[in-house]
């Protein structure tokens, strides 16, 4: 499975997101360039809240940001996750937290952009007390993945903890082992824990891109024939090559299919239409996440730089 990052000091004292700008959306909606803009405007620099950006080696199929973007504006926590390392949603939260003070001795505001709610939640609110990984009851876990399916472990969850597994994926292997591990160990379901825990609460503003469903989904589409047109069967072959089929990348949006194309089970055109149609899906439980979260300013489409400050009060 891999090591995964570990935290490494406290962030000290006092909260070092007070003052900061979240850009949250679904996938494909075009925050990376809005952020670069906002940024610039704000004296900010970006930390990246994304699950699969993190890793490196991979900037095609992870869509991070394009290098001219990143040359006009700092951006951290892209990038630097090598392999065999996985990241956690608790330890990019102590990064975060790190990075964020940082930037403030420098004089530098805090934009935060990304999809991956998890990781911004654990940032802004901090994460309950997980008990440790059982590697016998996750080993047993993942076994009855591979021999019944995956769809079989996520019905599995959807009986003992339905709000959890409706927020995953019968495909987010990962994640769905860990809430089944965590209610096995507690006998609470993880979405009881998350739903008690004491948060931090830190003065944030959330401004949220959603273009409309139909425009989204072309955008989805668009960007997925172009992510496989320039590099990321290369990006998938270098994973398989270099034996990282268990590292966490490689079962990712877009690799599974490049790696089952590579492996001959797919053809391409598949592929690439199950990518889509899986970023859809995915965008889709992106935007009711993000649509719950309290007091987010969602912008007007298409969102502007202009109306990104208007939202802000400036």
Same mark, same amino acid.
């Given at each position: ?32 360039g809005l952020a ?25 199929g992870t869509a991070q ?15 630097? $996750?090598? /392999?065999?390392? +996985?990241?956690?949603?608790? @330890?990019? !939260? =102590?990064?975060? %937290?790190?990075? &964020? #003070?940082?930037? *403030? ?27 440790? $990984?059982? /590697?016998?009851? +996750?080993?047993?876990?993942? @076994?009855? !993945? =591979?021999?019944? %399916?995956?769809? &079989? #472990?996520?019905? *599995? ?37 998350? @739903? ?119």
């Open positions: 499975m891999g090591a995964t990052v570990s935290a490494v000091s406290n962030v000290g004292e006092g909260d070092p997101f007070d003052g900061a700008v979240v850009l949250c959306g679904p996938t494909a909606a075009g925050k990376s670069v803009e906002l940024a610039e405007r704000l004296g900010a620099e970006i930390l990246g809240a994304d699950s699969q950006q993190v890793y490196r080696g991979l900037p095609i940001p394009a290098a001219e973007l990143q040359a006009r504006v700092r951006h951290h926590l892209i990038g630097f $996750v090598a /392999p065999p390392v +996985r990241m956690t949603a608790a @330890a990019y !939260a =102590e990064l975060a %937290g790190q990075a &964020a #003070l940082e930037l *403030r001795s420098r004089g530098k505001r805090v934009l935060l952009c990304g999809g991956t709610g998890l990781y911004l939640r654990a940032t802004l609110e901090g994460l309950f007390e997980a008990p440790e $990984v059982d /590697p016998e009851l +996750r080993r047993t876990l993942e @076994a009855e !993945a =591979e021999r019944l %399916g995956r769809g &079989a #472990l996520h019905a *599995r969850l959807a009986a003992v903890d339905a709000q959890t597994a409706a927020r995953l994926s019968p495909n987010d292997l990962m994640r769905v082992v860990r809430a089944l591990e965590v209610f096995e160990q507690t006998g609470v379901p993880l979405s009881e824990q998350l @739903a008690s825990q004491k948060r931090r609460a830190p003065k944030v503003t959330w401004l949220g891109v959603a273009p409309p469903r139909e425009e989204l989904f072309r955008r989805i589409e668009e960007r997925t024939a172009r992510l496989y047109r320039e590099g990321l069967l290369e990006e998938a072959r270098w994973l398989t090559s270099e034996g990282l089929r268990d590292w966490a990348p490689a079962s990712s949006l877009g690799y599974r299919d490049a790696i089952a194309h590579l492996d001959g089970r797919l053809a391409l055109p598949e592929a690439i239409a199950q990518t889509a149609r899986d970023t859809r899906r995915y965008a889709k439980r992106q935007a009711t996440w993000f649509r719950a979260v309290p007091g987010v300013r969602w912008l007007d489409w298409p969102a502007s730089i202009e109306g990104a400050l208007a939202a802000l009060g400036g």
